[in-house]
């Protein structure tokens, strides 16, 4: 009811009598009745026009649209003049006081974006005043998303777009990430005032209706659902009678078991504004999302075929999130159908403590060889690092001395599990086989290996020899027989029984006992009944780290807590830092890092600059640790308590953050280890401590522990444990390790394993920038993520060359890059004098090239002041304290933002893995691809390398991984900008503008037809 002729009368009917009875009605139905607000449009002719005389202006349409009020002629409400509006507002909050009095329970205003948002604050706020449940729905399909983010300061909903999503965009999880937070978003199966959706599938209309009530039920917070769409009504919701409806009723289609479906489904996710999702999978069929609200998380399946059902993997898909169904999720999910998971935090695998591995050197005394498995890091000595999620890839050679068949079987476990799971692998070529299987959980795995000869399979390989030779096969069949026999003892009851079945069988003739000993059936039950006397290998175990998603994929943010404040002259503190949060968040950061937040020493203490010359206000660098206050598990005092600490902590975890904290071992001079325990340092022969040096830097303000003093091992090392194990326990799960390279292997080996065998999402990230193998070793012994010499690659060989590299075993099997643009020691060369376009091309190369990259704040509004000669930061913030203007003008913090969008929304920027350099036949482009397994769908980027000048150059578009001919078609995303269009050929021509944006990013979708 729009009410625009009269708001006291409906068809001749008193309105008040109207909804008094239709919210009785709804109420004793355990139903809300809302009704349509329409506050900007009168009848000209109405009471309602004339009740209000000189609030109104001539209405005028520049297009029909049929989702406005129709009318014969309509005046429009005159908002813009001060005194008509001193006398609409108080009308309608009277006017939505008396209807509240009624029984209605909301309203949806039409038209909301023809009227101000404070007008409608005004108008609502009385309602609200009486009952503060009182709700309010803008009706504003189309409008931009930054209107409808903006009326989520006055109303408790918006419309949803699904109504036009197509079930394969991230556009639609984008659009709802970024209106949640402000308020909630109803979807429509379809537009309610346009023509009703026409069926997108001529194979059942039907079930396309289905498959659009699921899409708006359960990708948003509420649903309407227009009347008749339950029953394929065809005529328009708004042109619609009594008889259309009952005509529609008695039809072929009834939706209404799978309206109660989804209207239980949307039941079981939390309510109200704050929600986020995130695409797992659109694919051409399923589709599946997480979605999240505080702590509960719900999984959504959505099968957009029309035809077929589909069997998806909760399991798989939930792993990688650390989750899992809270019942079991097995399911077939029919066509065209929705369901909500509930999930719950998966168990991680408790791990034992490290243990030396076995000898696996008596492999070369067994006949039976197996070679050359993989993926193994040194021979096992140390884990391969995978992601949970993720199915490893085990390849082997396996041979053996003579013309036996061979066969073989995977084998692999948790680290708290005692039964092996197993797959039979398949031979491929050249003795080489494989197989694979799936890490479902957090923590330590291992795999291995077995082989055995045989027995049935040779026979079965000379038995067709012989035959098609046309030899006599009596000593044959006898030999069959007695194999058949033997095997019955080891055989399962299922198995014996068909074993049996075919022995009784033999001895008709040799031509029919050849074909039944050659039976498939009886083929697989002795493949399952195999004694397998001589098998191999299965004490060769390799072990695997399945660590959580942010090992592989995470984006960092750095800041120093001291200097978030608006004055050099007050000290930052972590409630400050709580401020930061949202901004933080919002650029689409997963880990906020600090440096060290320890208390700082005097003694040496540096200055501005690094000054030896300090003023009594200079604060010092954090990485000077240790004073009276506490050591490295104290709290710097004017940083805050470690009440304050936690509360952080918690708050971060809130807004989807995680908290990093730099783990560096290092002292002050006035560190209380130095006096309570002097055993663990290497005290000069004159009594003073060297303190330490990375030439031609100096540090002076700090010394060193020693690791093998006479005191160190093992109370020191202990000691350490204990300071992370403390961070660990107040909901610390991420450290970066301050230049571990100087520090033993042995060491973090111990410590790392240590910490894991409790909670194996613990991450550590090496700060390492030093040789190659030491970086690989670091990352052998137990460091998750690593820095990376990106700082300093920057032409096209050199990064083609090093991203080659660690694409490749044994870098991909241990190290996983971590792309910093900058740090506070290292203000890189390139940015120094290349502006703007420079910052924005590091950034593209780190956001795109690696799963892991990370900024240091400064960057964002792209600083760059250095002290001459050096990639050092003039005025560093290791030394002062640097307030920010966060909004300063030129800032990158849009193309942040969307890099981190687009990582978030396509799996195949999730990691430094999978990449492909394409040409781009100029030098100062780089071009590149990247697609994760198992997607039909190939993310290309170029960068234009030179920040001064413009560059074009041809490009080789790689239709043939898409098993497409050169003059092929492909469909084609710009992920920045948004633009669709198809690349027609393998060779394009593309231009790259620094002044503009230097890089571009597109989506290659894989045509149906395309071989995959």
């Given at each position: 009811?729009?009410?625009?002729?009269?708001?006291?009368?409906?068809?001749?009917?008193?309105?008040?009598?109207l909804?008094?009875?239709?919210?009785?009605?709804?109420?004793?139905?355990?139903?809300?009745l809302?009704?349509d607000?329409?506050?900007g449009?009168?009848?000209?002719?109405?009471?309602?026009?004339?009740?209000?005389?000189?609030?109104?202006i001539?209405?005028?349409?520049?297009?029909?649209?049929?989702?406005?009020?129709?009318?014969?002629?309509?005046?429009?409400?005159?908002?813009?003049?001060?005194?008509?509006?001193?006398?609409?507002?108080?009308?309608?909050?009277?006017?939505?006081?008396?209807?509240?009095?009624?029984?209605?329970?909301?309203?949806?205003c039409?038209?909301?974006?023809?009227?101000?948002?404070?007008?409608?604050?005004?108008?609502?706020?009385?309602?609200?005043?009486a009952?503060?449940?009182?709700q309010?729905?803008a009706?504003?399909?189309?409008?931009?998303?930054?209107?409808?983010?903006a009326?989520?300061?006055?109303?408790?909903?918006?419309?949803?777009?699904?109504?036009?999503?197509?079930?394969?965009e991230?556009?639609l999880?984008?659009?709802?990430?970024?209106?949640?937070?402000?308020?909630?978003?109803?979807?429509?199966?379809?537009?309610?005032?346009?023509?009703?959706?026409?069926?997108?599938?001529?194979?059942s209309?039907?079930?396309?209706?289905?498959?659009?009530?699921?899409?708006?039920?359960?990708?948003?917070?509420?649903?309407?659902?227009?009347m008749?769409?339950?029953?394929?009504?065809?005529?328009?919701?708004?042109?619609?009678?009594?008889?259309?409806?009952?005509?529609?009723?008695?039809?072929?289609?009834?939706?209404?078991?799978?309206?109660?479906?989804?209207?239980r489904?949307?039941?079981?996710?939390?309510?109200?504004?704050?929600?986020?999702?995130?695409?797992?999978?659109?694919g051409?069929?399923?589709?599946?999302?997480?979605r999240s609200?505080?702590?509960?998380?719900?999984?959504?399946?959505?099968?957009?075929?029309?035809?077929?059902?589909?069997?998806?993997?909760?399991?798989?898909?939930?792993?990688?999130l650390?989750?899992?169904p809270?019942?079991d999720?097995?399911?077939?999910?029919?066509?065209?159908?929705?369901?909500?998971?509930s999930?719950?935090?998966?168990?991680?695998v408790?791990?034992?403590?490290?243990?030396?591995?076995?000898?696996?050197?008596r492999?070369?005394?067994?006949?039976?060889?197996?070679?050359?498995?993989?993926?193994?890091?040194?021979?096992?000595?140390?884990?391969?690092k995978?992601?949970?999620?993720?199915?490893?890839?085990?390849?082997a050679?396996?041979?053996?001395?003579?013309?036996?068949?061979l066969?073989?079987?995977?084998?692999?476990?948790?680290?708290?599990?005692?039964?092996?799971?197993r797959?039979?692998?398949?031979?491929?070529?050249?003795?080489?086989?494989?197989?694979?299987f799936?890490?479902?959980?957090?923590?330590?795995?291992?795999?291995?290996?077995?082989?055995w000869?045989?027995?049935?399979?040779?026979?079965?390989?000379?038995?067709?020899?012989?035959?098609?030779?046309?030899?006599?096969i009596?000593?044959?069949?006898?030999?069959?027989?007695?194999i058949l026999?033997?095997?019955?003892?080891?055989?399962?009851?299922?198995?014996?029984?068909?074993i049996e079945?075919?022995?009784?069988?033999?001895?008709a003739?040799?031509?029919?006992?050849?074909?039944v000993?050659?039976?498939?059936?009886?083929?697989a039950?002795?493949?399952?009944?195999?004694?397998?006397?001589h098998?191999t290998?299965?004490?060769?175990?390799?072990?695997?780290?399945?660590?959580?998603?942010?090992?592989?994929?995470?984006?960092?943010?750095?800041?120093?807590?001291?200097s978030?404040?608006d004055?050099?002259?007050?000290h930052?503190?972590?409630?400050?830092?709580?401020?930061?949060?949202?901004a933080?968040?919002?650029?689409?950061?997963?880990v906020?890092?600090?440096?060290?937040?320890?208390?700082?020493?005097?003694?040496?203490?540096?200055?501005?600059?690094?000054?030896?010359?300090?003023?009594?206000?200079?604060?010092?660098?954090?990485?000077?640790?240790?004073?009276?206050?506490?050591?490295?598990?104290?709290?710097?005092?004017?940083?805050?308590?470690?009440?304050?600490?936690?509360?952080?902590?918690?708050?971060?975890?809130?807004?989807?953050?995680?908290?990093?904290?730099?783990?560096a071992?290092?002292?002050?001079?006035?560190?209380?280890?130095?006096?309570?325990?002097?055993g663990?340092?290497?005290?000069?022969p004159?009594?003073?401590?060297?303190?330490?040096?990375?030439?031609?830097k100096?540090?002076?303000?700090?010394?060193?522990?020693?690791?093998?003093?006479?005191?160190?091992?093992?109370?020191?090392?202990?000691?350490?444990?204990?300071?992370?194990q403390?961070?660990?326990?107040?909901?610390?799960?991420?450290?970066?390790?301050?230049?571990?390279?100087?520090?033993?292997?042995?060491?973090?080996e111990?410590?790392?394993?240590?910490?894991?065998?409790?909670?194996?999402?613990?991450?550590?990230?090496?700060?390492?920038?030093t040789?190659?193998?030491?970086?690989?070793?670091?990352?052998?012994?137990?460091?998750?993520?690593?820095y990376?010499?990106?700082?300093?690659?920057?032409?096209?060989?050199?990064l083609t060359?090093?991203?080659t590299e660690?694409?490749?075993?044994?870098?991909?099997?241990?190290?996983?890059?971590?792309?910093?643009?900058?740090?506070?020691?290292?203000?890189?060369?390139?940015?120094?004098?290349?502006?703007?376009?420079?910052?924005l091309?590091?950034a593209?190369?780190?956001?795109t090239?690696?799963?892991?990259?990370?900024?240091?704040?400064?960057?964002?509004?792209c600083?760059?002041?250095?002290?001459p000669g050096?990639?050092?930061?003039?005025?560093?913030?290791?030394?002062?304290?640097?307030?920010?203007?966060?909004?300063?003008?030129?800032?990158?913090?849009?193309?942040?933002?969307?890099?981190?969008?687009?990582?978030?929304?396509?799996?195949?920027?999730?990691?430094?893995?999978?990449?492909?350099?394409?040409?781009?036949?100029?030098?100062?482009?780089?071009?590149?691809?990247?697609?994760?397994?198992?997607?039909?769908e190939?993310i290309?980027v170029?960068?234009?390398?030179d920040?001064?000048?413009?560059?074009?150059?041809?490009?080789?578009?790689?239709?043939?991984?898409?098993?497409?001919a050169?003059?092929?078609?492909?469909?084609?995303?710009?992920?920045?900008?948004?633009?669709?269009?198809?690349?027609?050929?393998?060779?394009?021509?593309?231009h790259?503008?620094?002044?503009?944006?230097?890089?571009?990013?597109?989506?290659?979708?894989?045509?149906?037809?395309?071989?995959?």
């Open positions: 009811m729009f009410l625009t002729h009269d708001v006291a009368s409906v068809d001749g009917q008193d309105a008040a009598t909804i008094r009875d239709l919210a009785d009605a709804c109420r004793n139905a355990g139903l809300q809302w009704i607000l329409a506050v449009r009168a009848d000209a002719g109405g009471p309602l026009a004339a009740q209000l005389p000189g609030c109104w001539e209405h005028r349409r520049d297009a029909l649209d049929p989702r406005e009020i129709l009318s014969t002629k309509e005046v429009a409400a005159a908002f813009g003049d001060g005194e008509a509006c001193r006398r609409l507002i108080p009308f309608w909050q009277d006017q939505l006081l008396e209807w509240q009095d009624l029984g209605i329970s909301g309203v949806r039409h038209a909301a974006q023809a009227v101000s948002l404070e007008i409608w604050r005004q108008i609502l706020a009385p309602a609200r005043q009952d503060p449940r009182f309010a729905w009706w504003m399909p189309g409008a931009p998303r930054q209107e409808r983010i009326a989520g300061g006055v109303f408790d909903f918006v419309p949803s777009s699904v109504a036009w999503w197509g079930g394969r991230p556009w999880i984008e659009e709802y990430n970024a209106v949640a937070p402000s308020a909630g978003l109803i979807g429509c199966p379809e537009d309610p005032f346009s023509a009703r959706r026409p069926a997108m599938s001529a194979v209309p039907t079930r396309n209706r289905q498959r659009a009530l699921m899409d708006a039920a359960l990708l948003a917070d509420g649903w309407l659902m227009p008749g769409y339950e029953f394929g009504m065809e005529v328009p919701f708004l042109h619609a009678e009594a008889e259309d409806f009952g005509e529609a009723s008695r039809g072929g289609t009834d939706l209404q078991e799978a309206v109660i479906e989804a209207n489904a949307l039941a079981s996710i939390p309510a109200g504004p704050g929600g986020s999702m995130r695409a797992l999978e659109l051409q069929d399923l589709d599946i999302i997480l609200h505080a702590s509960a998380r719900q999984l959504v399946l959505l099968n957009q075929d029309l035809v077929s059902a589909v069997a998806p993997d909760v399991a798989l898909a939930t792993a990688r650390g989750v899992e809270v019942e999720a097995s399911l077939e999910l029919p066509p065209a159908e929705g369901r909500v998971i999930l719950k935090d998966r168990l991680a408790t791990a034992a403590a490290p243990a030396t591995l076995d000898d696996s050197g492999l070369e005394s067994q006949r039976i060889a197996i070679e050359a498995v993989s993926p193994v890091v040194d021979d096992g000595r140390f884990p391969v995978r992601s949970v999620g993720d199915l490893v890839e085990v390849t050679d396996i041979f053996s001395d003579g013309h036996e068949v066969a073989a079987e995977l084998l692999w476990q948790a680290g708290d599990e005692t039964a092996w799971s797959a039979p692998m398949r031979f491929v070529v050249n003795d080489r086989w494989h197989g694979h799936p890490l479902l959980r957090m923590g330590r795995h291992r795999f291995a290996v077995e082989a000869w045989s027995e049935f399979g040779t026979f079965r390989r000379d038995l067709v020899k012989k035959r098609d030779a046309g030899l006599d009596a000593l044959e069949v006898r030999e069959g027989r007695l026999e033997t095997f019955i003892g080891t055989a399962a009851p299922e198995d014996r029984a068909v079945d075919h022995l009784r069988r033999l001895g003739s040799q031509s029919e006992d050849a074909s000993l050659l039976a498939e059936p009886l083929d039950a002795m493949t399952r009944a195999d004694p397998k006397p098998a290998g299965a004490d060769m175990t390799f072990p695997v780290e399945a660590d959580r998603e942010a090992a592989a994929f995470s984006s960092w943010y750095e800041l120093f807590p001291r978030i404040t004055t050099p002259a007050r930052g503190t972590f409630r400050d830092v709580i401020g930061r949060l949202p933080v968040k919002a650029m689409g950061f997963d906020l890092y600090f440096p060290p937040i320890h208390p700082i020493g005097k003694t040496n203490r540096k200055g501005r600059n690094n000054t030896l010359t300090p003023s009594s206000t200079d604060p010092g660098s954090p990485y000077a640790i240790g004073s009276g206050d506490g050591g490295h598990d104290a709290i710097h005092p004017e940083l805050g308590s470690r009440e304050d600490f936690r509360a952080l902590v918690r708050q971060a975890a809130d807004h989807g953050l995680e908290i990093a904290l730099d783990f071992i290092q002292c002050s001079p006035d560190h209380p280890w130095l006096t309570q325990h002097p663990w340092f290497q005290w000069r004159d009594g003073s401590m060297r303190y330490a040096e990375n030439p031609p100096k540090y002076q303000d700090i010394v060193n522990v020693d690791f093998y003093a006479g005191d160190a091992v093992p109370e020191l090392w202990v000691a350490l444990r204990d300071v992370v403390g961070w660990v326990d107040e909901g610390v799960r991420i450290f970066r390790v301050d230049n571990p390279h100087t520090k033993p292997f042995p060491f973090w111990w410590l790392i394993a240590d910490i894991r065998s409790r909670d194996p999402g613990v991450l550590f990230l090496a700060e390492a920038f040789r190659p193998k030491v970086m690989y070793r670091l990352g052998k012994v137990g460091f998750s993520q690593s990376t010499y990106f700082t300093w690659r920057n032409t096209k060989a050199e060359a090093y991203l660690l694409n490749q075993a044994p870098a991909s099997d241990v190290f996983r890059p971590h792309f910093f643009v900058n740090t506070p020691d290292i203000n890189p060369a390139f940015l120094h004098q290349s502006g703007r376009p420079g910052f091309i590091r593209a190369l780190a956001a090239l690696s799963g892991l990259w990370g900024v240091y704040s400064g960057f964002e509004l600083e760059s002041a250095a002290i050096k990639e050092e930061y003039l005025d560093s913030e290791k030394y002062e304290i640097r307030p920010r203007d966060w909004q300063a003008p030129g800032n990158i913090i849009a193309e942040i933002t969307r890099l981190n969008l687009i990582r978030r929304s396509h799996r195949a920027l999730q990691s430094h893995l999978g990449l492909t350099f394409y040409n781009a036949f100029n030098d100062n482009i780089l071009y590149f691809g990247k697609r994760a397994p198992g997607r039909g190939i290309l170029a960068v234009n390398l920040p001064f000048n413009a560059h074009s150059a041809a490009v080789e578009v790689p239709l043939w991984e898409f098993g497409l050169d003059d092929a078609a492909v469909e084609v995303e710009d992920l920045m900008r948004g633009h669709r269009f198809s690349w027609h050929g393998k060779t394009q021509t593309i790259l503008d620094p002044s503009d944006t230097p890089f571009s990013i597109w989506r290659l979708s894989a045509p149906e037809s395309a071989s995959l």
